[in-house]
């Protein structure tokens, strides 16, 4: 059961990677980083299931957080042009209300 | 015999990855392709049992300098220069180190070797010794904070020094702009 789930991971996975070459917009390829990050999640899972050995589940949340976090500074780039220090950009003053 | 097969699968993607990142020129897709190469050298690294490896190249690789490169594109530009000089050096450059360090390889024990030089050391007897020296469950632990104390006390000073010390810069030049900023406002305002 757990062969057909990583393999179905797998597919999603190579569908994604599509998506991220292919682009055509950054938008896609932003939310392919995003989707394989997920991906990735999972099959750390999977994988603990398929090797009989589910211990590394805790780690496999850490992932996701750094998911999370890494999807946030890339949506900040997009939203200010800048990683940190927004304050200091000209022109760019209210942008946040 | 799965995981063989999770590898070459796992090694296809990343071949493609990072096919993909050197034929693009569009560097924000870079970034993008760079953080799914670090994922999955990371999924790699899962597959090998090197959970704590795979962890710092995902924090590293696609945390950290996926943020850093964003950092560097908003200051400089979001597209390669057509490079001037001939791609065939570089490429040469890269296979024959790739050949050296494949050929390095060659010597090495096998994965999982019971009879590597790592196993054959000390390993075993700091295994034997360290739950009734120490007490620290974990070996790993017992071994960095104990038998090597002196020695991660000092990594952390050089790792504490060196974020202190870009903390410094870093606030120094913001303060450096804002009095900046100031002068420029003041001398807008009297001409």
Redesign the interface.
């Known amino acids: 059961m757990f062969v057909v789930a990583a393999l179905a991971l797998f597919l999603a996975m190579v569908l994604v990677l599509v998506r991220l070459y292919a682009g055509p917009t950054l938008y896609d390829r932003v939310l392919a980083v995003n989707s394989f990050g997920t991906h990735t999640v999972l099959f750390i899972g999977v994988l603990g299931f398929l090797t009989g050995r589910p211990d590394f589940l805790d780690i496999a949340l850490l992932y996701a957080m750094i998911n999370f976090v890494g999807t946030i500074a890339i949506l900040k780039y997009f939203r200010y042009r800048a990683i940190g220090d927004i304050s200091q950009i000209p022109g760019d003053q209210g942008a946040g209300q | 015999m799965?995981?063989v097969a999770?590898n070459f699968?796992l090694f296809f993607?990343l071949i493609?990855?990072a096919i993909?990142a050197a034929r693009m020129t569009h560097l924000?897709?870079v970034v993008?392709?760079s953080?799914?190469f670090s994922?999955l050298s990371?999924?790699l690294l899962?597959?090998l049992d090197a959970?704590d490896v795979?962890?710092t190249e995902?924090?590293v690789g696609?945390?950290i300098s996926?943020?850093l490169m964003?950092?560097t594109?908003?200051l400089t530009s979001r597209t390669e220069k057509p490079s001037s000089h001939s791609p065939l050096v570089p490429l040469v450059v890269v296979v024959v180190t790739g050949a050296a360090i494949i050929y390095g390889t060659l010597d090495m024990p096998n994965f999982g070797a019971g009879d590597s030089p790592a196993q054959l050391g000390v390993a075993a007897s700091y295994m034997e010794r360290s739950p009734h020296e120490i007490g620290v469950p974990n070996v790993v632990t017992g071994i960095l904070a104990s038998y090597r104390g002196y020695d991660t006390l000092g990594e952390t000073a050089v790792v504490f020094t060196a974020g202190a010390g870009v903390l410094l810069l870093i606030s120094g030049l913001?303060a450096r702009?804002r009095r900046e900023d100031e002068e420029d406002d003041e001398a807008g305002a009297g001409s």
């Open positions: 799965i995981e999770i699968v993607m493609t990855t993909a924000f897709a993008m392709l953080g799914t994922l990371a999924l899962v597959t959970v795979a962890f995902a924090a696609a945390g996926t943020v964003l950092g594109l908003a913001r702009r």
